[in-house]
């Protein structure tokens, strides 16, 4: 037999040791959809049966957000056992970061031609902007708060619950609390972030009108590279010994503390960049819906995010982006078609997968291709070499 | 109170250690010293405090009271779980406890002696270790055959040796070993009580265990607790004719 170490890091180019074969396949999608999406859009005239319409360019971008979000879930939920129910607070902070943004961008052009003021803040009869919306008018400081301000809550808020040692339901509860407070707050008018009506009636991004056509293609562009940039990230943690350790923790915590691992750093690190990653997905998501407001941080989006997860399969990253494309392709599909039935299938779709599919659909098609694998001859001889013989021998299990 | 100077060539000592629980005294004036290179066998009734102790040196429970003291100078009681481990105590449990969704390699790749921080393990020296260190604790626990498994699919007899590999690996001066054969075959405790005594020869051991049989394959000094402090210490033959030892744990 050969050495024990033959499958770690660092004997391969870095981005081949990376990823693996759904990986590869999840890559060539989203880049093939980077590019024919945009030119089906841009180049196709529009009688085409092959043209896709500028309203579907914005929808397949929100898809992709959704698909950034449900990756970082994926992170803490699928590799560390953080069962996050309030990760749509962090995605609406990244959202609310861009939108006030694309608010400054406005300039003189709103209703009330404030050119220091958004509209709501005329309206309110405020006089002078408040302390915290300096420097919203520059893209890069937007950009920075885009990860800054998530990135901040996660590490105040997983510093205080990990070393205080709350896990399991009370800290699912804990972030589903987090994201009902911040709900009520932003609804608030003296909050300064528009209230009810959040921010909406955005006219630019660096520059470019943000309904145009190629903007919208700009920006689902932009999306796919996050997608991939944030799986590749994923990618890297849950791969180094690092996320061996995430896994450890989430199977066997106090063992991985008996061994010496602080463990609540190392949750902490995860939460951190998990947050940081739902922050970019809601920014990026605003300029593509055209609104934010306090809806986004309702308790109900967090866990329609945990049910992509778990339908594309936990502790996947791959499952996670599919989970998250396929129930919103649904959700889009049947509150048009009939409007009355999508939380009960919402719910039915859950109960399901708990039940038959505890791996989501992504785990379901690794099975079936380990079955097939065990019964090929040159595994029986592996299995028979190493005194197994059995079928429990589950070669590359977690690939 | 720093414990006398006579007593900083202890590995472990414990002196005046109580703790209750909701009104039941787990440990009770508990005291016990370890000398270096020492392998103790502990061994008594259910409920006489034998996991509490471990959870106290370990860090897991808080003593309402007493010393507890390492390497003669360094007081547990102060300090977590993850800071006694990295002193150089290690601890096997109870019911074998390993990491079953990685391989048996990645378990004693978790478990070696290096640096500990998120920072390491995610570009730093924890991703470099040799794959040499990882077959040379699994051959001495003779799970080399084994090392691309998971964990999950070994017997648990092979867990209970996966385990005392991962003790091996993070290199402690004191190992902690809560039963480490239960459930295994006669054979199987033969050969665990080899491989401890194997480790003993350059490492302090303690051994809580039930089985008698295993206690004198250890051959060492025995404690006997009972109802939370010390009934009994010496050889396993002086402490198995000690009447009170026959009275409340191995029955007449």
Not at chain 2, 165 to 172: E, H, R, V, W
């Amino acid at each position: 037999m050969s050495g024990a170490g033959t499958n770690s890091m660092g004997r391969r180019p870095l981005l081949l040791s990376l990823i693996d074969g759904k990986g590869w396949i999840f890559l060539a999608v989203v880049a093939a959809a980077a590019v024919l999406v945009p030119l089906l859009n841009l180049a196709v005239p529009e009688g085409s049966a092959f043209h896709v319409p500028t309203y579907v360019v914005a929808l397949l971008g929100k898809y992709l957000c959704y698909a950034l979000l449900a990756l970082a879930l994926d992170l803490v939920w699928g590799y560390c056992g953080i069962l996050s129910l309030g990760h749509g607070a962090f995605f609406a902070l990244g959202g609310y970061a861009m939108g006030m943004y694309l608010m400054r961008q406005i300039g003189p052009r709103g209703v009330y031609a404030n050119p220091l003021l958004p509209d709501f803040m005329v309206f309110l009869n405020w006089k002078e902007l408040p302390w915290y919306w300096h420097g919203f008018d520059s893209f890069p400081f937007a950009a920075l708060m885009v990860l800054l301000v998530p990135g901040l809550l996660a590490l105040v808020f997983g510093w205080l619950a990990f070393r205080s040692r709350v896990t399991g339901v009370y800290l699912s509860i804990m972030t589903q609390a987090m994201t009902f407070a911040l709900l009520l707050a932003f609804f608030r008018n003296d909050m300064g972030f528009g209230g009810n009506n959040g921010l909406t009636d955005f006219k630019d991004i660096l520059g470019f009108n943000v309904q145009a056509q190629t903007t919208r293609c700009a920006l689902f562009v932009a999306t796919a590279i996050a997608l991939v940039l944030g799986y590749l990230v994923a990618r890297y943690m849950v791969t180094s010994t690092y996320g061996k350790v995430l896994v450890a923790i989430r199977d066997a915590e106090s063992r991985t503390r008996f061994l010496g691992y602080r463990v609540e750093t190392y949750k902490v690190v995860a939460f951190v960049v998990s947050a940081m990653m739902a922050g970019v997905a809601g920014a990026l998501y605003v300029p593509q819906v055209g609104i934010i407001n306090p809806s986004e941080f309702s308790p109900a989006n967090s866990i329609e995010a945990v049910i992509w997860v778990a339908v594309g399969g936990r502790g996947t990253l791959v499952g996670a982006a599919l989970g998250a494309v396929l129930v919103n392709f649904g959700k889009t599909y049947l509150t048009g078609a009939l409007p009355e039935i999508w939380l009960f299938a919402l719910g039915l779709l859950f109960v399901v997968v708990t039940l038959f599919l505890p791996k989501g659909i992504v785990g379901l098609l690794t099975q079936k291709r380990q079955q097939r694998q065990e019964i090929s001859p040159r595994d029986e001889s592996l299995a028979a070499e190493a005194g197994i013989g059995e079928a429990g021998a589950v070669e590359g299990g977690k690939a | 109170m720093i414990p006398d100077r006579g007593l900083t060539n202890t590995v472990l000592y414990l002196d005046g250690v109580s703790k209750t629980f909701d009104g039941f005294r787990a440990i009770n004036n508990l005291a016990l010293t370890l000398e270096h290179g020492e392998m103790r066998a502990i061994i008594g009734p259910n409920g006489a405090g034998k996991t509490t102790m471990m959870d106290i040196i370990t860090g897991k429970t808080k003593p309402d009271e007493g010393d507890v003291y390492f390497d003669g100078t360094t007081d547990l009681t102060t300090l977590d779980e993850a800071s006694i481990a990295n002193l150089g105590i290690g601890r096997k449990f109870q019911k074998p406890t390993v990491f079953e969704s990685h391989t048996v390699a990645d378990n004693i790749r978790l478990a070696l002696k290096d640096e500990r921080g998120p920072w390491s393990a995610l570009f730093g020296a924890r991703n470099r270790i040799a794959p040499e260190r990882i077959e040379h604790i699994l051959e001495i626990v003779r799970l080399i055959d084994h090392h691309e498994r998971l964990a999950a699919d070994l017997s648990h007899g092979q867990k209970q040796w996966l385990e005392i590999g991962m003790l091996l690996a993070q290199d402690p001066k004191l190992l902690l070993v809560d039963e480490p054969v239960a459930g295994m075959t006669d054979a199987e405790t033969a050969d665990t009580a080899r491989l401890l005594r194997e480790i003993a020869r350059d490492h302090s051991v303690v051994v809580v265990e039930h089985d008698m049989a295993f206690v004198r394959d250890l051959d060492c000094k025995v404690t006997v607790l009972h109802e939370g402090s010390v009934l009994a210490e010496g050889t396993i033959d002086a402490v198995s004719s000690n009447e009170r030892v026959i009275e409340v744990y191995l029955g007449r």
